[in-house]
């Protein structure tokens, strides 16, 4: 049984670009969250998907948008990218009224 | 809001030993998830241990314990007989669980470091 995938592994950008992010949540998961975690620092929430839907929103800007697909996989999409966008970023996923969530080994996104 | 604080930012223990990394959480919630995740260099996050709040026993995973005093806000993960493979960032974290679109709330981690 596959766990949370992520692609890519690793990503580097120019300043001004815009950027996708994928992941496939665990088998059986139909909730996507993503995370954005500097460099020595505990991860932020970005935004959460259920059912297609963005639920939840954490303290990110519009540039920061999202998308869950039919089979629950999601994308997390980032334009006019920052410096300070240089981060790892994580997926999670779990099952319905979750009580823990299963992350993705993560997109180390550099922007130059 | 949730807040969750990790007032050690860095910790070492010899191999064999036991360790104690401390967590604070702030919430105004009576029914909530509290986690220890490891994110070992590897970088993958990895659920080591899980706290319901309307249990009273504290949660134990072979050589990881928890000590969960709820009045007190307080979370610290235990780690017993020390290994190598334990050297990662331990991030306490909270979860409401009122409905299914809840986040994960980590605090800033702990960097522990066991010495052979």
Redesign the interface.
């Known amino acids: 049984d596959a766990g949370v995938t992520q692609s890519p592994t690793h990503l580097i950008k120019t300043r001004g670009q815009q950027v996708t992010l994928r992941c496939s949540p665990k088998s059986g998961h139909d ?1 996507v ?1 993503w ?1 954005q975690q500097a460099l ?6 970005i935004f ?1 998907y ?1 059912e297609e839907e963005e ?2 929103r ?1 303290n990110f800007p519009d540039r920061f948008s999202g998308h869950q697909f039919p089979n629950y996989s999601s994308e997390l999409n980032v334009n006019a990218l920052l410096l300070g966008d240089s981060a ?1 970023y ?1 997926c ?1 996923s ?1 099952p ?11 997109t ?1 996104l550099t922007v130059t | 809001a949730q807040t ?1 604080t990790q007032s050690q930012p860095e910790m070492s223990v010899q191999e064999a030993e036991t360790v104690t990394l401390s967590c604070t959480y702030d919430t105004s919630e009576n029914n909530y ?1 509290l ?1 220890w ?1 490891k994110q070992p260099p ?6 080591v241990i ?1 706290q ?1 709040a309307y249990k009273q026993q504290n949660a134990t995973e072979n050589r990881f314990s928890v000590n969960f005093q709820k009045a007190a806000k307080s979370f610290s993960l235990k780690i017993s007989d020390s290994q190598l493979g334990d050297t990662a960032m331990y ?1 306490c974290a909270f ?1 409401k ?1 009122k ?11 702990t960097s522990l470091s066991v010495i052979p």
């Open positions: 909730t969250s995370y020595g620092q505990g991860p932020q929430f959460q259920y639920r939840q954490g790892l994580l999670a779990g319905g009224l979750a009580r823990e969530q299963y992350f993705g080994p993560g180390r | 969750v998830y986690f995740y590897s970088r993958q996050m990895i659920l899980r319901e991030f979860m669980p409905t299914s679109y809840d986040k994960v709330i980590f605090g800033p981690g």
